[in-house]
């Protein structure tokens, strides 16, 4: 779990169910969408569930959206904060040169009330439900206003590879396991606890910053494969524990989030290479592997509203 159930209506969360790219079962859409081009500008992304039932994005990339409606590996489910993202999903290949520069405005309602149990308390699983439909009317928007088609398919790809170079460093603390079913109720100005596999990921100023308990190396891989970009990062540290993370670097050139906000002598000025190996005593070692990706074999410029 990338993040608490509280920020679950802030950020959008990517769901793969292990279908193909484009089904053949009938899937459910918006009952109304509008997408209009940004012409605005500024660093503001947004994307994801304002409300129950309010999907909305805000100066987004066409490629950014393909990857919250498809991205995720195969068979893997997870939550993302997709106010930054273009997420811990797979590589994009293929399509013009606009699906990454040309930026969206949409904003698209559906009855997710109906996913609610009677009594009407939004609930973890009824969350997952209307988000889980959220993914594939993203799709179906898509293909329908994009002319989107794309497929999933392995390449042979640059990739890093995570080492443990210095051992003892990944050390796990005491967390709170959370119960969907049971929930610790929320105390105004308290802290929430450090829920076991949860963690979270923000900014300050221009630094990212990651917060984990009880984190699996495979989740810490995945979460800055798409930050640093351009390489998967695959877990070849053969460590199948838990531990914790309090991450904090300054992104290079080249990587998502760089020059996004101005410096200042508060910035950390360590590259997240430098800090993992500096505090987890790990190392991304460049190589080459087996990546799925997704290619987009046709789209076009959104129809008229």
Request: some cysteine; proline content about 8%; aromatic content about 8%.
């Amino acid at each position: 779990m990338l993040l608490t159930v509280a920020a679950a209506f802030a950020f959008g969360s990517l769901v793969a169910p292990g279908s193909p790219a484009q089904s053949a079962v009938p899937r459910p859409e918006f009952d109304a969408a509008s997408i209009r081009l940004n012409v605005d500008g500024g660093p503001y992304v947004f994307n994801g569930m304002k409300s129950l039932g309010t999907f909305s994005s805000e100066n987004q990339t066409l490629r950014n959206l393909i990857q919250e409606a498809y991205g995720v590996p195969s068979g893997r489910r997870n939550w993302l904060p997709f106010f930054v993202s273009a997420g811990q999903g797979v590589p994009i290949l293929g399509g013009p040169d606009w699906i990454g520069t040309d930026r969206w405005d949409i904003t698209a309602k559906w009855n997710a009330a109906a996913s609610l149990p009677e009594a009407g308390h939004i609930t973890l699983p009824a969350l997952e439900k209307a988000q889980s439909e959220m993914d594939l009317m993203l799709r179906a928007l898509l293909e329908q206003r994009f002319q989107l088609k794309v497929h999933r398919e392995t390449r042979d790809l640059p990739v890093y590879e995570m080492m443990i170079v210095k051992a003892g460093k990944l050390k796990h603390a005491a967390c709170t396991v959370f119960d969907p079913d049971n929930p610790l109720p929320s105390v105004p100005g308290q802290t929430p606890p450090d829920y076991c596999g949860g963690s979270r990921l923000g900014r300050k100023g221009v630094d990212w910053t990651l917060d984990g308990t009880a984190m699996k190396l495979k989740e810490l891989a995945d979460t800055l494969s798409w930050l640093i970009g351009g390489r998967t990062i695959v877990d070849k540290t053969g460590f199948t524990g838990t531990f914790d993370a309090h991450l904090r670097w300054t992104p290079s050139i080249g990587e998502f989030g760089a020059g996004q906000a101005p410096s200042s002598p508060d910035d950390n000025n360590e590259s997240i290479f430098t800090v993992l190996r500096e505090q987890l005593g790990l190392e991304l070692k460049p190589g080459r592997g087996p990546v799925e990706v997704l290619v987009v074999d046709r789209v076009e410029k959104p129809s008229p509203n």
